[in-house]
């Protein structure tokens, strides 16, 4: 079965400051990954998705994400963060089955 | 208006009772999901449909039943409430492939 790691509960930034969400899968075949967001009081929002291809991925919203097989990860990034990224982050994993494991969850919050 | 809704939003109930939430969409999508979201575990899936005729448990169905009335209706139902039910729930839809689209939530706390 697939797993997530998220490995940082909480994250502060300070307002156009880079920002990096750590996630490390475990999936014994190609994984297909993804990264969602939450803002307070709303549901899951999908950032960006990586299926296959080329390992660097374009998402909505500024983000990026690195898929490194040798790492098993799929990091977030975003070079200058806005008051309005400050949410939570969720990194899943998706499998053959069409089914998604949730990592815990980044909450990042932006300071001025 | 939004594709994937749920009701109720917010839901206050005593423990012992049943309850019923509910979701539905426009998407057009065959497969349907439920989650609970707690603090510090991320999302958990309860059960998922992958189309009319099809019910399948998911990670922690224990206490939770659904109903896939129609390709657009997935009803999960508490049907004797316990406090560590308190939660945040999601339905979330897909098509054929992984990518799945989410509800608002129904934040529903036992009492």
């Known amino acids: 079965a697939q797993s997530v790691t998220q490995p940082d509960i909480h994250i502060t930034v300070s307002e156009g400051a880079s920002l990096e969400l750590r996630c490390n899968y475990s999936?014994?075949?190609?994984?297909?990954l993804f990264w969602y967001v939450q803002s307070p009081g709303q549901g899951l929002q999908l950032l960006l998705k990586y299926f296959s291809g080329d390992t660097l991925v374009q998402g909505i919203k500024g983000f990026e994400a690195e898929f490194k097989r040798s790492q098993s990860s799929f990091n977030l990034r975003k070079p200058s963060v806005h008051w309005s990224d400050a949410a939570e982050y969720f990194c899943?994993?998706?499998?053959?089955?069409?089914?998604?494991?949730f990592g815990a969850g980044t909450t990042v919050t932006v300071r001025a | 208006d939004a594709d994937v809704t749920q009701t109720p939003r917010n839901r206050i109930t005593k423990t012992g009772k049943r309850i019923m939430l509910e979701c539905s969409q426009t998407k057009g999508h065959d497969r349907m999901y439920w989650y609970r979201q707690d603090p510090g575990l991320g999302l958990r899936l309860i059960y998922y449909?992958?189309?009319?005729?099809?019910?399948n448990k998911g990670e922690i169905s224990d206490g939770y039943s659904v109903s896939r009335q129609a390709q657009a209706k997935f009803s999960l139902s508490l049907e004797s409430a316990i406090p560590n039910q308190t939660a945040l729930y999601f339905c979330?839809?897909?098509?054929?492939?992984?990518?799945?689209?989410f509800g608002p939530g129904t934040r529903l706390t036992v009492t």
């Open positions: 979330a839809t897909s098509d054929r492939g992984l990518e799945q689209y």
């Open positions: 899943a994993v998706g499998a053959s089955d069409y089914k998604l494991s």
């Open positions: 449909s992958f189309d009319v005729k099809d019910i």
């Open positions: 999936y014994g075949a190609t994984p297909y």
